[in-house]
């Protein structure tokens, strides 16, 4: 039987993909900081630790041949900086340390599409576009592709490893929520009354964790994966919400650049 060691398995990709293993037979153990609502009732081994303590990781991950790096610190408002930096960036660093030393056989880190540079925006985004560079860049696209890089660096030192980009995500279990979800949240519940006229690419979370199980399997060391979904507009997932609850959910759409305004 396969044994995984899941990272961020509280979390909205983590506990997703937690189910998805335990369904496809597989022994899950997870590293938690604390909070568990996203892994209660579920017949999973926990254990407790730091994120960035090599030398603990190292214990806490002997045994499993597969690892899954979901942990990480998202945010693009009150920003904890050295916070971030130390999930996000040391985190990974020290994931790779420990699963090199464990020779585990295969390591899938969950990275984001924000780890690419934007620019330019007229060409389509691809695998090969460079990693965002930039010091003044949003804290969470630097750390994101400071800690692929980290990734990049462990596969030349042998860990095989794969690196997923997804897009935006939204589904089930979303307990905290997640950003969008707390939107979707406020939509639903009609404490968001107004919206603006652009959208994102958004990826259904179980599908982002079918990739990285499937990853195992056919994913190359070294090589980066976008998982895109679809693109749609905040006002049309206002109006399919609105369809859901039968009620009227969004009275005004503002100009993009009304959102740095505010």
């Given at each position: ?35 568990t609502l996203a892994l209660d009732g579920l017949d999973v081994e926990h254990v ?76 389509m985004l691809t695998e090969d576009r460079p990693l965002v560079q930039d010091l ?92 895109p979904g679809e693109w749609s507009s905040f006002k049309h997932i206002a109006e ?23």
């Amino acid at each position: 039987m396969k044994k995984a060691f899941v990272t961020g398995g509280a979390g909205h990709v983590g506990g997703n993909l937690v189910r998805q293993l335990l369904d496809n037979g597989w022994q899950v153990r997870v590293l938690i900081h604390h909070d568990t609502l996203a892994l209660d009732g579920l017949d999973v081994e926990h254990v407790q630790g730091d994120l960035a303590d090599t030398a603990t990781l190292t214990k806490q991950m002997s045994g499993c041949d597969f690892i899954f790096h979901t942990a990480a610190y998202v945010a693009v408002e009150n920003i904890d900086i050295p916070l971030m930096e130390k999930i996000n960036v040391d985190g990974t660093k020290a994931m790779c340390r420990a699963a090199l030393e464990n020779q585990v056989k295969r390591f899938i880190h969950f990275s984001s599409i924000h780890a690419f540079q934007q620019r330019p925006t007229s060409d389509m985004l691809t695998e090969d576009r460079p990693l965002v560079q930039d010091l003044k860049a949003a804290p969470y696209d630097r750390t994101k592709a400071a800690a692929q890089r980290h990734v990049l660096d462990a596969c030349n030192q042998g860990l095989n490893a794969s690196i997923l980009h997804p897009t935006g995500i939204i589904g089930p279990y979303d307990f905290k929520p997640s950003r969008m979800g707390q939107v979707i949240s406020d939509i639903a519940e009609q404490k968001m009354f107004i919206t603006i006229n652009s959208g994102f690419n958004w990826v259904d979370v179980r599908d982002v964790c079918t990739t990285a199980i499937n990853c195992i399997e056919k994913g190359k060391s070294g090589q980066h994966y976008i998982v895109p979904g679809e693109w749609s507009s905040f006002k049309h997932i206002a109006e399919i919400i609105a369809g859901l609850i039968g009620k009227r959910t969004i009275y005004m759409t503002l100009p993009f650049w009304t959102a740095y305004t505010v």
